[in-house]
T-cell receptor, first 113, second 114 residues
């Protein structure tokens, strides 16, 4: 199985500030997914990283995959209240071709105006 | 394209009852996975179906079962409900359920067991 640890567990930032969320794996990562969840709702797909060193950006959110460190980071630039929610990282089962995902416990982000 | 839909969105049951949840995947997606989310355990994989066959199963008791129909719609059933089954149940769909494919999640069904 795959174990993912996210840090920090929660984050409170003022609007306009930058922030970083980390996701560390207990094993080699063979892909990493980032999702956002509003409390009690479904997961919204943000980004998928497949190769070490890969970096992707969407609007003000950038995610990187550091294969050697078995870690991924999600960086938000100039945060806005709309960025608030729970950010979850997920990874497929190592060695399997099937898409079962293991998830971290999530990072709760609050952005105050 | 319509997203993943789940019905019902909310459900209240009592211990010992059974419940059936439904999931309609994105059009063209043939893989449907089910996850349980609780504050204590986080998001945990229940099972995955592809072409009406269960291909993968998580570590849940046999009270949790599912099926998939020829149109890729899926249902999951929980029998003899326990208080600990209270959770948000999420389904996700992808084209073929492969590791490199993105899984798209539905809004979830919140189940409360009293």
């Amino acid at each position: 199985s795959q174990e993912l640890e996210q840090s920090p567990q929660s984050l409170i930032v003022q609007e306009g500030k930058n922030l970083t969320i980390n996701c560390t794996s207990s094993k080699t990562l063979y892909g990493l997914y980032w999702y956002k969840q509003k409390y009690g709702e479904g997961l919204i797909f943000l980004m998928m990283l497949q190769k070490g060193g890969e970096e992707k950006s969407h609007e003000k959110i950038t995610a990187k995959l550091d294969e050697k460190k078995q870690q991924s980071s999600l960086h938000i630039t100039a945060s806005q209240p709309s960025h608030a929610g729970i950010y979850l990282c997920g990874a497929p089962d190592r060695g399997s071709t099937l898409g079962r995902l293991y998830f971290g416990r999530g990072t709760q982000l609050t952005v105050w105006p | 394209k319509a997203g993943v839909t789940q019905t019902p969105r909310y459900l209240i049951k009592t211990r010992g009852q059974q419940v059936t949840l439904s999931c309609s995947p994105i059009s063209g997606h043939r893989s449907v996975s089910w996850y349980q989310q609780t504050p204590g355990q986080g998001l945990q994989f229940l099972f995955e179906y592809f072409s009406e066959t269960q291909r993968n199963k998580g570590n849940f008791p046999g009270r949790f079962s599912g099926r998939q129909f020829s149109n890729s719609r899926s249902e999951m059933n929980v029998s003899t409900l326990e208080l600990g089954d209270s959770a948000l149940y999420l389904c996700a769909s992808s084209l073929a359920g492969l590791a490199q494919e993105t899984q798209y999640f539905g809004p979830g069904t919140r189940l409360l067991v009293l």
